[in-house]
């Protein structure tokens, strides 16, 4: 019962703080970002929270990153907090699946560039090695598309070879 009054007020809870934060602190931009707890406050008080969470970190992230913008011009360091986003899903799973392996070498590997060579534009291009690794290396089972060797043949043999023998009776 006390959740659901929760989220009701929320929307006003969020709406004082805007005007506290646009009105005293004149800050307007930060104001704002309160209006992201309605969404959090549902979500983390509507069913197993410990599961939800997983759910809800990359707009706990988001947030907290905007604050951190706007609040305090620490947008630079502020972009870590979203490092955070795979970290809980890990520890809320348990387990370490292959693709999401991909995911945090090629992080690593980007952050540890760009600290040393401090070279952080160029080397952003790395990540995209994740979709290109993990759709070679670890296909998804309920994929779209499916390839395989019988398969390529077939639309190989549909698409060039019935063409031509089309191509021929014209």
Same mark, same amino acid.
């Given at each position: 019962m006390i959740k659901r009054r929760i989220i009701a007020v929320m929307p006003m809870v969020s709406l004082f703080l805007f005007l506290g934060s646009g009105l005293f602190l004149?800050?307007?931009?930060?104001?704002?970002?309160?209006?992201?707890l309605i969404p959090v406050s549902l979500i983390l008080l509507t069913g197993n929270p410990l599961k939800k969470l997983s759910e809800i970190i990359p707009m706990i992230c988001l947030i907290v990153f905007l604050w951190l913008g706007f609040g305090f011009e620490l947008? *630079?360091?502020?972009?870590?907090? %979203?490092? =955070?986003?795979?970290? !809980?899903? =890990?520890?809320?799973?348990? &387990?370490? &699946?292959? &693709?999401?392996?991909?995911? #945090? !070498? #090629?992080?690593?590997?980007?952050?540890?560039?760009?600290? =040393?060579?401090?070279?952080? *534009?160029?080397?952003?291009? =790395?990540?995209?090695?994740?979709?290109? #690794?993990?759709? #070679? %290396?670890?296909?998804q089972q309920h994929a779209f598309v499916e390839f395989n060797s019988s398969s390529m043949k077939s639309k190989f043999r549909n698409i060039i070879i019935e063409e031509e023998r089309d191509e021929d009776r014209d």
């Amino acid at each position: 019962m006390i959740k659901r009054r929760i989220i009701a007020v929320m929307p006003m809870v969020s709406l004082f703080l805007f005007l506290g934060s646009g009105l005293f602190l004149e800050n307007w931009k930060l104001g704002w970002t309160f209006f992201l707890l309605i969404p959090v406050s549902l979500i983390l008080l509507t069913g197993n929270p410990l599961k939800k969470l997983s759910e809800i970190i990359p707009m706990i992230c988001l947030i907290v990153f905007l604050w951190l913008g706007f609040g305090f011009e620490l947008w *630079h360091p502020g972009w870590m907090v %979203f490092l =955070i986003i795979p970290l !809980v899903n =890990i520890i809320i799973e348990k &387990r370490i &699946r292959p &693709r999401k392996m991909v995911s #945090i !070498v #090629i992080t690593a590997a980007y952050i540890t560039i760009g600290l =040393i060579t401090e070279e952080w *534009h160029p080397t952003w291009i =790395i990540f995209l090695l994740i979709p290109i #690794i993990n759709t #070679i %290396f670890f296909p998804q089972q309920h994929a779209f598309v499916e390839f395989n060797s019988s398969s390529m043949k077939s639309k190989f043999r549909n698409i060039i070879i019935e063409e031509e023998r089309d191509e021929d009776r014209d």
